[in-house]
């Protein structure tokens, strides 16, 4: 049997080469010659010049793949797979320091200009509604049981997830939202998540809730967060996604004392390719042996 020929690119990576040749593929400068792509540097519409009939599979570099389906390049006939999990170690990392600084009411502090004292509260032994309990919501149970925080999760099926006390169908989600004193938004960013945290979903919530997102900004309706926000009807929001993306200058979530802004910045620079080359590896190997491949994108569901 031949050895597969994989082309890596537009943009050449040493990294991503490295993790192709030594799961024992063959890595081609011309995609033409190619069966899979490990995409890498460039965008959807770029694709197309590239793409041919006999490419079986796909690598994207990213987690989400909304802008992907957008271009209409997802289609039938060959195997997509986004970098889905690949960065969930450290995205969750952010969600927890998201947490931790809403606990604390680290922003609030952050911005006082005189000594006063704020009641803060804390993770330990608190209620945390995770919606989206995939790769990195997985992620985030783990760094949460020294708070020993009661986990409740949501998944598209149910399924129980370890650690969470409790996993539920994304109908309870009323139900999570007025339990929970911190939510974290992981979910995939579809045409039916869009603006899933809306003012009636705002208005479940706790008071004194924090609402942390480090899925996509699209989940949540910033107007009706800087209402709620603006209103004390909830106890802040930490996002490391925002929409509109980037954030424009003058925006009042820059100012609102109750929200925390990170620029999609949970996961570093330094470590994406690291470790996108880890699931690069993995996949060809998995793909030299016709193996099911790691985060397959559901062209049905849409992620």
């Known amino acids: 049997m031949t050895t597969p020929r994989i082309y890596v690119g ?14 024992g593929a063959t890595v081609t400068d011309n995609p ?14 770029d694709f197309a010049g590239v793409d041919h009939e006999g ?19 997802l289609v039938e006939g060959k195997v997509f797979t986004s970098a889905a999990g690949s960065y969930a170690e450290t995205v969750a990392e ?6 931790l600084a809403g606990a604390r009411k680290l922003p609030e502090l952050a911005r006082a200009r005189t000594w006063t004292r704020v009641s803060s509260g804390s993770l330990f032994d608190s209620t945390v509604g995770i ?24 998944t598209r099926s149910g399924t129980p997830v370890p650690g969470a006390a409790q996993t539920v169908t994304p109908d309870r989600l009323d139900d999570v939202l007025r339990e929970s004193a911190f939510v974290v938004i992981g979910a995939p960013a579809t045409p039916d998540t869009r ?5 009636h979903e705002l208005a479940l919530m706790r008071p004194d809730a924090w609402l942390v997102n480090i899925a996509r900004g699209s989940l949540i309706d910033t107007d009706a967060l800087v209402d709620a926000l603006r209103a004390g009807d909830i106890g802040g929001a930490g996002l490391d996604v925002t ?41 060809v190997r998995h793909y030299l042996a016709d193996e099911p491949l790691e985060g397959i994108i559901d062209l049905t569901r849409g992620y």
């Not at 620029?263 to 993995?282: E, G, I, T």
């Open 10 to 23: 537009p943009k050449a990576s040493p990294e991503l080469t490295e993790a192709v040749t030594t799961a």
């Open 32 to 45: 033409g010659d190619a069966t899979a792509i490990v995409w890498f540097g460039g965008s959807p519409q």
């Open 55 to 73: 490419i079986r599979w796909v690598q994207l570099q990213s987690a989400g793949v909304e802008g992907w389906f957008a271009s209409g390049v």
């Open 94 to 99: 952010q969600a927890l320091a998201l947490l």
């Open 131 to 154: 919606v989206g309990a995939g790769g990195i919501g997985r992620a985030i149970i783990p760094l949460l049981t020294p708070f020993r925080a009661r986990i409740l999760a949501i």
């Open 195 to 199: 603006h899933l945290i809306g003012r």
């Open 243 to 283: 929409d509109p993306e980037p954030l424009p200058d003058g925006h009042p979530l820059w100012t609102e004392p109750r929200a925390l802004i990170t620029p999609h910045s949970a996961n570093p620079d330094y470590l994406l390719v690291p470790q996108l080359a880890r699931r690069v590896h993995d996949n």
